[in-house]
């Protein structure tokens, strides 16, 4: 069982950053592959991007691509989604997920712990 809690959220202006954080507790989070989904009232929870064992096995949404950053520390037992340039539409509470394996996949369905999600508020 692995036990994720998010921060890192709050209220920015556009083309400002943030850094989210998801810090695991339970397991050993070395050997699990954690994505950042988001989601906004009346749509479905979208990717992000994830993060796999190694730090540099890494996937992103097109729209976030160059302007969003995923790594890890695993001393740490934490994930970490750096997010740069950011723009109104990329308001939404923002989730981490972990799975117990080597891949990241970019279907939600294909997490099994979930945090608790933070509000990510990006004004104009």
């Known amino acids: 069982q692995v036990q994720l ?19 695991a507790s ?20 979208e990717f992000v ?8 096995d890494t996937n992103y949404a097109d ?5 969003f950053t995923a ?6 037992n934490t994930v970490y989604l750096q997010m740069n340039s950011l723009k109104p539409e990329d308001t939404a509470v923002y989730y981490c997920a972990a799975r117990s394996s080597i891949v990241v996949v970019t279907h939600q ?3 099994s712990y979930w945090g ?9």
Do not use: E
Not at 49 to 56: D, E, F
Not at 71 to 76: V, Y
């Open 116 to 124: 608790q999600g933070t509000q990510v508020t990006v004004s104009s």
């Open 49 to 56: 991007a994830g993060i796999g064992w190694s730090a540099s």
């Open 71 to 76: 790594s890890r520390d695993n001393a740490k």
């Open 5 to 23: 809690v998010v921060s890192g959220g709050g209220l920015v202006q556009a083309g400002g950053s943030l850094r989210l954080s998801c810090a």
């Open 26 to 45: 339970g397991r050993t989070f070395s050997s699990y592959s954690v994505g950042w989904f988001r989601q906004t009232p009346g749509k479905d929870r």
């Open 109 to 111: 369905l294909g997490y």
């Open 63 to 67: 729209d976030v691509k160059g302007r």
